[in-house]
C-alpha cells in the first residue's frame, strides 16, 4: 500500500486521463496528503522539542522509588516495558514501507526516538524497583530479543498508520489507569498500597507522549479519509476487528501481564470498546460501528477504479465529513501558524485544498 503515497507512474497516466474536470487526481491526493504529513510533521518535532524533552535517567527521582510493589504491579511494569523494548522493530518495518514519504520516513524516527526512551524509562522502574535484579532484567532482554515483531498488516501502509492510531490510544488509556494506581486511587484490593509519587510522575509523562503520538496518527488517518474515505474506512473496520496490541505474541510472560492489567482494572475488552474504539470514532465523526459497517458495504455496490466511490453520496453519509473537514482545516492552521513563525511561509507555504467530492450540504 505504500502506492498510496507515490503510485507507479502507469496507474497515475491512466487515472490521471480521466479525472472529471474540477476533481482532484489522485495524483494530486497523494501529493496534498504528503504535504500534509511534512507540514505535520516539522510542527510536531518543533513542539515535541519545546515541551517534552525529557529524558529517561535524568527526569525522575530514582532513587526514591519504593521497593515493595505489589507482584501484580511488577508484572505490569515489566509487561509494559517489554512492549516498549521492540520499537526498533516497530520503526524498522514501518520506515521501509514509507520510506518514499519525507514527512511519514523522518517522523518514524522522531516517533521511535520518543518510544525507546519509554522503554528505557520502564526498565529503571524495573531495576530501582529492587524486584528485579539486572541480572534478571538481562536475561528478560534477551529472551525478548530473539523474537522478531512483525505487524499483521505487513506491507499495508494505510492499515498500519490506521492500527497505529487505535494502538497509541490504547496505550495511552494504559498508562493514564496505572497513574490511577501510582496516585492511590485504584478500587483493586491488590493496588491498595502501590502508590508511589516517582512512579505517578513516570506515568503522566509518558501518557503526554501517548497523547502526542495518538493526535498525530489521528491527524495522518483524518488527511486520508477526507481524501480517500472508502479506502479509509474500509481500512479503519479491518483494523478494530482484528485489533490485539503489539507484540502480545512474542512477549514470553504475556498472559500473566495480560491478566495483571485486566484484574487491575487497567485494561481489557471493555475499556477497548469504550475507551479506544468509541473515542477514536468520535474523533473521526463516525458515529457507530453498524453505521461505519453499513457504508462501506454502499461504496462497494458500484466499484470504481478511479474515485474510491466518492460519487456515491452512501460514503459520504458514512461519517460526519463536515467536522472531519473541520479538523482538516484546523491541522493546516496549525502547520500555517508554524510555517510563518519561521518564516517558510513566504517562501513554500502549505496551503488547504478542499476536496470537491464532498457533498455539500
Ligand atoms: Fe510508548
Ligand atoms: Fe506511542
Known amino acids: 500500500m505504500s502506492s498510496l503515497i507515490i503510485p507507479p507512474a502507469d496507474i497515475l497516466g491512466d487515472l490521471t486521463s480521466r479525472t472529471p474536470v474540477g476533481l482532484l487526481s489522485r ?15 516539522r510542527w ?13 535517567d535524568k527526569s525522575f527521582d530514582w532513587r526514591k522509588l519504593r521497593h515493595d510493589f505489589s507482584e501484580p504491579l511488577m508484572q505490569i511494569l515489566q509487561g509494559f516495558f517489554a512492549v516498549e ?15 518514499r514519504s519525507h514527512g511519514r520516513s523522518h517522523f518514524q524516527l522522531r516517533w521511535g526516538s520518543e518510544e525507546e526512551k519509554h522503554a528505557d524509562t520502564w526498565e529503571n522502574s524495573l531495576l530501582f524497583s529492587h524486584q528485579r535484579t539486572p541480572d534478571f532484567i538481562e536475561s528478560y532482554k534477551e529472551d525478548l530479543r530473539s523474537s522478531v515483531h512483525r505487524s ?31 496516585n492511590g486511587k485504584s478500587d483493586k484490593p491488590q493496588h491498595k498500597d502501590d502508590a508511589d509519587p ?14 502526542a503520538h495518538y493526535n498525530f496518527f489521528l491527524e495522518g488517518v483524518r488527511l486520508f479519509l477526507y481524501y480517500y474515505p472508502q479506502r479509509t474506512l474500509e481500512a479503519i473496520q479491518d483494523v ?54 453499513e457504508g462501506i458495504k454502499k461504496g462497494r455496490i458500484v466499484p470504481t477504479k478511479d474515485d474510491d466511490g466518492t460519487h456515491l453520496t452512501a460514503i459520504w453519509d458514512t461519517f460526519d465529513y463536515g467536522l472531519v473537514e473541520g479538523d482538516v482545516q484546523r491541522i493546516y492552521g496549525k502547520i500555517v501558524k508554524h510555517e510563518k513563525d519561521f518564516g517558510r511561509y513566504e517562501l513554500d507555504p502549505t496551503d488547504f485544498v478542499p476536496n470537491p467530492e464532498w457533498p455539500k450540504k
Open 27 to 41: 495524483q494530486e491526493k497523494d501529493r496534498l496528503i504528503e504535504r500534509g504529513f511534512l507540514g505535520l510533521y
Open 85 to 99: 523494548y521492540f520499537t526498533p522493530d516497530y520503526v524498522d518495518e514501518i520506515l521501509n514501507l514509507v520510506r
Open 240 to 293: 478494530i476487528t482484528h485489533f490485539t496490541m503489539p507484540a502480545n505474541n512474542i512477549v514470553p510472560d504475556w498472559d500473566a501481564f495480560n491478566y495483571a492489567v485486566y484484574k487491575a482494572g487497567i485494561y481489557g475488552p471493555r475499556e477497548y470498546a469504550r475507551d479506544v474504539v468509541q473515542v477514536v470514532f468520535r474523533n473521526l465523526g463516525i458515529e457507530s460501528r453498524k453505521k461505519l459497517e
Open 44 to 56: 510536531y518535532t518543533a513542539r515535541s522539542q519545546e515541551t517534552r524533552n525529557w529524558n529517561p
Open 152 to 182: 499483521i498488516w505487513e506491507g499495508d501502509a494505510l492499515r498500519n498508520l490506521v492500527y497505529t492510531v487505535f494502538q497509541e490510544r490504547a496505550t495511552q488509556l494504559n498508562y493514564l489507569n496505572l497513574l490511577k494506581i501510582a
Open 198 to 211: 516517582v512512579l505517578a510522575r513516570v506515568a503522566q509523562t509518558i501518557a503526554t507522549d501517548e497523547a
